[in-house]
Every structure is written in structure tokens, then in C-alpha cells.
Nanobody, 113 residues
Framework: QVQLVESGGGLVQPGGSLRLSCAAS????????MGWYRQAPGNERELVAV???????NYADSVKGRFTISRDVAKNTVYLQMNNLKPEDTAVYYC???????WGKGTLVTVSS
């Protein structure tokens, strides 16, 4: 079964940047079915950025203009570039492959001074 492994989280100051990576253990049939979600303490998991059919992208309003999702098909990897981070971006970020309902274990992003 395909496994997803996230990396790149950490502690960053407000206004800083991080790049998250999600590597699949084997070739993904449809990399356009991958995306990023996050869950802050006490909150439900929410969509951050996803690929849609045809390779289009959808972003949560709260991250538009700051986050960018991208992919490297040859590496079976999806990225999330996060710029101008805010304290409210603090959460565990999860990678998802919706065609099989697979989630990674998550990577923690903490935005704090």
C-alpha cells in the first residue's frame, strides 16, 4: 500500500517561510489527487491546498497568496511552500491522497516569536 511521508516542519518566526514535502512510497496513479490539510489544537482538520482534476489548484482563503502547492511527478513528491507565515498557521500538516483515502502521519509547523 502507498505510504505518504511528510517532512519539513519546524519552528519559524512570524513572517518566515517553510517548505513541506510529501513523498509517496511508490508511484502515485494520479498525483493530481493529492493535497495538504492541517489540524490545529482543538480544531478540526481543514483543507490547505489541493490539486484538482487537470492539475488545477485550490487553496483555503486563509492561505491564498502565501502558500503554493507543487509536485514533482518523477519523485512522487508534493510540496507546500509557505511564505509570510502567521501564528495562526501553527498546526500539524498532513498530506493526503484522496483516491485511496491515505494520510501521512503529519509534520508539525509552529509559528512563534
Amino acid at each position: 500500500q502507498v505510504q505518504l511521508v511528510e517532512s519539513g516542519g519546524g519552528l519559524v518566526q512570524p513572517g518566515g517561510s517553510l517548505r513541506l514535502s510529501c513523498a509517496a512510497s511508490e508511484s502515485i496513479f494520479n498525483i493530481n489527487a493529492m493535497g495538504w490539510y492541517r489540524q490545529a489544537p482543538g480544531n478540526e482538520r481543514e483543507l490547505v491546498a489541493v490539486f484538482s482534476s487537470g492539475g488545477s489548484t485550490n487553496y483555503a482563503d486563509s492561505v491564498k497568496g502565501r502558500f503554493t502547492i507543487s509536485r514533482d511527478v518523477a519523485k512522487n513528491t508534493v510540496y507546500l511552500q509557505m511564505n509570510n507565515l502567521k501564528p495562526e498557521d501553527t498546526a500539524v500538516y498532513y498530506c493526503n491522497y484522496r483516491m485511496l483515502g491515505i494520510w501521512g502521519k503529519g509534520t508539525l509547523v509552529t509559528v512563534s516569536s
